[in-house]
């Protein structure tokens, strides 16, 4: 018993290292091909579309591929779903900090929930690794 249980945590643990790691790659590839713009008449910073698409590819790619990890490293569901709460939680966040519009807070929840779905069916039909 204790020891699925701290199964479950470091899988759930190292699945949030590789989804929060593939979304800074996104967000970095994205800044990289689409950088924001200082707008010197309203002081703002502009985000190009570029830049916003690729933090939503990130957060779908991050939480899939964390998820997919956690769970199969915990042979359970429940820790690809920390995982996905833990990039909702981020999301969330940024989404507040950062004073974003309406549609990028639902999508920030949405897309981690979807990819989590996503994982959680790929990892039932992956074969299981002999332990």
Known sequence: MGGTIIRS?????VGIIVAFGLIWLAQYAGSE?????????????LIPIGSTLALLAGW???TFAGS?????????????????????????????TLADDWWIM??????PLIAAWT?????A???????
């Open 60 to 62: 779908f790619i991050g």
């Open 106 to 111: 639902a999508l920030g929840v949405a897309i």
């Open 68 to 96: 997919w990890v956690a769970m199969r490293v915990s042979g359970g569901d429940g820790a690809g779903w920390i995982v996905a709460g833990a990039v909702i939680g981020a999301g969330i966040y940024r989404a507040v």
């Open 9 to 13: 945590v470091i899988a759930a643990a």
């Open 119 to 123: 994982a959680q069916r790929a990892a």
């Open 33 to 45: 091909l689409s950088p924001d713009v200082f707008d010197p008449e309203t002081g703002e910073i």
């Open 125 to 131: 039909i992956a074969p299981a690794t002999a332990a």
